[in-house]
């Protein structure tokens, strides 16, 4: 047989690893993407159930064991449940692969990792001796396993070029020190915390701190020291990693048999993103010792503390170290280099006839997400879908009130865009919908490939329209409306092959249109489903909110539409992959904010569509956002968000009003100070007249500052005396009284600014009709977190609170639920610590009431402001 006919040998992957964090990427799916061209691969089915496109080909594990040509078993996969499985993989002879990356044999009782693990290594050690080959990531967990199976491979830990980042400079001149891992490292923490706690004090003001995963509980709460409290998944990693911008990555490790076992991955990665290295005197980082591209100490306070102001005083040192290593790391470490250490191990275990030679060309690992990795909401959002199951009471009301009391039964057009890639997802949802209990529907299918069936052209409920490639845009609008004007119906509903609808989906939606006959879309909630029928990543929609959808599509696929007012607007327009959003937009405008109904019911599943793969959809998303700014008459800049498939909504000044700030004060120099002079120096936008409310302030520093505060701002400052009892509603309503501003601004004194476009936002934002109070995205100071992002009225919060903050302490990267916490939205409530409103409504809704609390105080005006007309807004993006 000669090497074009060889076949590729097939692998079997069990693992128990979440397939989105580091330990499989690095271990299994790195190498075999890489070496896609000499080996196909096969996740078992616990691992494609996880999987967003998960499809599981085999029907029983006979099947899949005996399509397997040997199996790859990664560490704690063996338990009591698959005991049986793997007696059946090695009653079948063939290879099995134990993949080991810790030393799990010597995790000592103090680790955090313990209680959840010991149990795993009778089973490890059951299974060790068996097996043809075991590859770990150290020479000294070599030595180790040797002691059990001779046969063992040295496989080192090494991150594929391809996942390789640019550095991020440092932005304001100080140096950061920082530590990235998991919880189970606060021995190593707590050993360095004296060195970490004399640096922050010997060079104060010239350094901060980043903790991600852990942190020295000596550093915990001081100024300068950030806690980034929340992991990524491992495609993510990197960019987070660089993000922070560390100078120096701390590697601390103390001596076990656990932690000497471990590889030196924490040096590659700080390395990668461009920070020098401060690593352990220990096993896994004793090849840096000498080479320059790492400071390797002994376990000491004091060798920490001298390595660390080395790289601190000397930048010229310090670059040079992290330009070394990242050299290193990114060449002669990256894992293309060693690849062939891969192939060569898991050669070993093939007959001569399967082994393969190194492809011509590498494969190169998915860089994108492919499952959740977040496995408690995971289980959560199972016990929610099993404890709202819909049940056949509910089928028996829907249907009495279908029949008692609707005035009518609208027809759906279900119009699916089916791809000839996507064939067999066409199928599921088909499957799906024979389980509808709603009858009067139709599926209508555009498609660039023929119809399977001859019932497509026959069945008065089913349609089909080749179009010459779904990638014509234009083509498949005319489809469309070619649908809508000769397949007529009440309701149009744009679909991907792939959905799944529920059974009692269109009697809900139904009941929607009933309840809520003059609106002209009704959308659902819906959740990710993969092939194998698997439920993921719920989203949760809130009720229309027109800002929020300016912001990001949020409402997708989940829309249906009145055929009539599709027709008003002129049909579907050719924005591919942004058919939907582009019709929601124009029915925004010609019907308002109110156009829309939304169930908060599960209704809906889709296919799994990787944000960060969207190209199309986001340029066509953004070109028709910008469209609508246009048709609205009103000035807009559009740019991509924070994160992928968000967007800025820049509204433009329509004038330079006068904007009173309004900042009730006693004393706190400190603060207020600092406020403002932000106010002047740092804010773009300085038509603004300033108002301190004093309440009884009586340290001479505080009243002098007043003094020339008025001198250097004679036109502009006033500081009105308020002799009383503190009472926020009070010296706010008489700042307003006394204000001469079109708009007041309610702001603490305690608040900094941080964008010098801030106020101009903040403005433009109120300018625009239907807006009622815009709210700034508030930060704690020095430790990166949310302290405002809006306010939801009823949401549990302090005792006895009417309303809770959203998304308060998370960290400010992290995109919060469907990027909540980074997009502008329409909210219940603004706090007052940063409040702008123009005088004539807040004049018009009586002002402040008398607080409810202290927390209500904050609270009520944009309360009442949203019992009116016009909404409250938060615009986070401003702060």
Known sequence: MNRMQKRKPRVGILSRDFVE??????????????????????????????????????????????????????????????????????????????????????????NPMYEDNYQYVEYINWLMPQCHLVTVSTKLMAEKARSINPRVAVLRNAVSRHRVVEPMPAQDGQVVIGFAGTSTHGKDLSMIAPALTRIYSYYAGLVKFVFWGDVPQAMVGRKGVRLVPDWVMYHEYFAHLASLRLDIGLAPLSRDDFNDCKSDIKWLDYSIVGAASVVSDAPPYASLKGTGLAKVVENNPDAWFEAISELIENEVERRALATRAREQAIGACCLEN?????????????????????????????????????????????????NHNFREVHAEQLAERMMTVWQSHPLFNLIVLAPKEKQALLGHSITALEKQLYPHWRLLVVADWDAPDPVFSSSGQLGWARVPGMDDANAVAAAINGYIADRQADWTWLLPAGFRLQPQTLLRMGEAIHQNPDKVMVYCDSDVVSPMGERFLPAFRPDFSPDYLRSMDYIGHAGAFSTQALVRIGGVQPYPEAYSYDLTLRLLESYGPSMAAHIDDMLLSLPWVDPEFDHLGHA???????????????????????????????????????????????????????????????????????????????????????????????????????????????????????????????????????????????????????????GA???????????????????????????????????????????????????????????????????????WMRPISKFGSTTSISASRCSKPDGAMSTILTR
């Open 777 to 847: 995205r508030l930060l704690y100071p020095e430790i990166g977190q949310v302290q405002h992002a809006g306010i939801v009225l009823g949401m549990p919060g302090a005792l006895f609170a009417v309303a809770a903050h959203a998304f308060e302490s998370q960290d400010i990267n992290l995109p919060g639920y469907m990027n909540r916490a980074q997009t502008m939205q329409n909210y219940s409530a603004v706090t007052a610590a940063c409040l702008l409103i123009s005088k004539s409504v807040y004049q018009q809704v009586g002002g």
């Open 21 to 110: 964090f580091a330990c499989f990427k690095l271990r299994i799916a790195d190498p075999l993407s890489l070496l896609a061209g000499a080996i196909d691969t096969y996740f078992y089915h616990s691992i494609e159930r996880a999987r967003f496109l998960g499809d599981y080909g085999f029907d029983s594990d006979e099947h899949f064991i005996a399509s397997m040509d040997f199996f790859i078993v990664q560490r704690w996969f063996i338990t009591h449940l698959t005991k049986p499985l793997i007696e059946q993989m090695l009653a079948s002879g063939k290879p099995i692969v134990l993949e080991m990356d810790d030393w799990l044999p010597g995790l000592p009782p103090s």
């Open 620 to 774: 066509s998303r953004q070109v028709a956002l910008e469209n609508h700014g246009q048709r609205c008459g009103y000035p807009v800049a559009v740019r991509p968000g924070l994160v992928t498939g968000t967007y800025h909504y820049e509204y433009q000044l329509q004038n330079d009003s006068l904007i009173s700030i309004i900042i009730p004060n006693r004393d706190k120099l400190e603060v207020l100070e600092p406020c403002i002079e932000g106010l002047f120096d740092k804010t773009d936008y300085q038509n603004f007249e300033l108002l301190v409310i004093d309440n009884r302030s009586e340290q001479p520093e505080t009243l002098e500052y007043y003094q020339g505060l008025q001198q250097r701002y004679p036109d502009r400052v006033r500081i009105l005396p308020y002799d009383a009892p503190f009472n926020f509603s009070a010296q706010c309503n008489m700042g307003v009284e006394q204000s001469r501003g079109e708009y007041v601004l309610l702001l603490n004194n305690d608040t900094e600014v941080v964008l010098g476009n801030w106020l101009t936002r903040m403005l433009a934002t109120a300018q625009q009709p239907g807006v009622g109070a815009v």
């Open 338 to 386: 060693v690849i062939g250490d891969y192939l060569d191990a898991w050669n070993s275990v093939l007959p001569l006839e399967l082994r393969q030679t190194m492809p011509m060309t590498l494969g190169k690992p998915f860089l994108g997400r492919s499952s959740n990795s977040d496995q408690v909401s995971q289980l959560n959002y199972m016990r929610w879908l099993k």
